[in-house]
């Protein structure tokens, strides 16, 4: 892959993985993701911003070539050091031997833990600056979008901004520009409910760090760089960390998955006691159920009620599915209660109820089984768990 400008002296450099389609383990890459990297060059001085994955190093050294000689690289900056931005740092300091790495003092001991050495690391934060030469790198705090070490730069001649993994999505095209691939807005929103929606807040202050900078091009980590309507993605941020707006009546969720339709009765009865206490319910069968299409939901939800029946001793897999899922939420101060109905050993509830504990919700209410197929007193039971579940909600 050859080296493209995005201005005057900057370049992208970094690398395509089309092959990957799970990254970290817990993502969904469907149309692959890029490894963006950067060269930043003054009169004086030239920089890397980040490295990529260490199994593209070879490519990613042959690339650089093509612009500079690397042992002229002064500075190489790690806006955040997961292995895919610095999985190639270690190889490019012996390449760079005169340069330094700069990072937030919070990246320090994960630079030195990455490298398994001690080496000067130049720290910087808010208002630090490093003169290139007629172009000039800034530096800006954000931590936890999303790990505690990130910063941005900006360099202010040419507007450019590079945000690390903020404003990025999983998606690889050789075109490299948004106003040149095929529309990746899908990648773009389950890019942020993966990876910056647990850090809503975060996100909202470091926007607010950088609304007044004259950004014309924001080149972040992965997927395409942006150079065309910034304010439509700043705004999509912007929404997409607004606080779901609360309603009048207490706002219940009910989740089940049922083999035979007896957790299903279960959680009917569930919904209908939390309705006769007055909350507004929606049911949802999770064996059909997407989470990540109704995070919002979730989100502006006062209490969830998790239904499973059990087997091998266990909740089944759309259960944990879903419940994976909330660990990317704000859940604390929520209520949250188990049901389900099982053959002769019924885990599931047990189970249920130490996850919900577990991503923060309280568990006011002792969950309810039912052995075999479900009577009136079960189905009685769980309506008074939805009546006392949504009584929680405000106690």
């Known amino acids: 892959m050859s080296a493209i400008e995005l201005a005057p002296g900057i370049h992208w450099i970094g690398a395509i993985d089309r092959d990957i389609r799970v990254f970290d383990v817990i993502m969904k890459a469907e149309q692959g993701t890029t490894y963006n990297s950067y060269l930043v060059r003054g009169s004086k001085s030239c920089a890397l911003i980040e490295t990529v994955k260490a199994r593209f190093f070879d490519s990613y050294l042959s690339t650089i070539k093509t612009l500079v000689d690397p042992a002229q690289i002064d500075y190489i900056v790690m806006n955040h050091t997961e292995p895919d931005h610095s999985g190639s740092l270690d190889r490019m300091l012996a390449e760079a031997q005169s340069a330094r790495v700069v990072s937030s003092k919070n990246g320090v001991s994960f630079i030195k833990g990455i490298l398994n050495r001690d080496i000067d690391v130049q720290t910087v934060g808010d208002g630090d600056s490093i003169d290139l030469g007629g172009v000039t790198l800034e530096f800006i705090q954000a931590p936890f979008l999303h790990r505690p070490d990130t910063m941005f730069t900006f360099v202010r001649e040419h507007g450019v901004l590079f945000p690390c993994d903020f404003l990025g999505s999983h998606f690889s095209d050789e075109r490299m520009f948004d106003d040149q691939v095929d529309d990746f807005g899908h990648s773009r929103r389950y890019y942020f409910d993966h990876i910056i929606r647990p850090f809503k807040e975060f996100a909202v202050r470091a926007m607010d760090k950088i609304a007044d900078l004259p950004i014309r091009v924001i080149a972040p980590s992965h997927g395409p760089i942006l150079r065309t309507d910034l304010d439509k993605y700043l705004g ?54 997407d989470a990540g299409s109704i995070l919002d939901e979730i989100e502006a939800a006062d209490a969830l009620a998790v239904g499973s029946c059990t087997i091998n001793g266990d909740a089944v897999k759309p259960v944990w599915d879903f419940l994976s899922s909330l660990a990317t939420l704000k859940l604390r101060g929520k209520a949250g209660a188990a049901f389900g109905c099982y053959g002769w050993s019924g885990e599931a509830v047990k189970y249920i109820e130490e996850r919900l504990k577990a991503v923060k919700l309280k568990v006011p ?28 909600v405000n106690a």
């Open 236 to 289: 999509e941020y912007r929404n997409w960390c607004a606080v779901p707006a609360k309603g009048d009546k207490p706002r219940v969720l009910v989740f089940y998955a049922s083999s035979y339709g007896n957790t299903r009765s279960m959680a009917e009865s569930v919904a209908e006691g939390c309705r006769e206490a007055g909350a507004e319910v929606t049911v949802f069968d999770l064996e059909v159920t």
């Open 365 to 392: 209410v002792e969950g309810i089984r039912a052995q075999m197929m479900v009577n009136q007193q079960d189905l009685e039971a769980c309506r008074k768990l939805g009546k006392e579940l949504t009584g929680s």
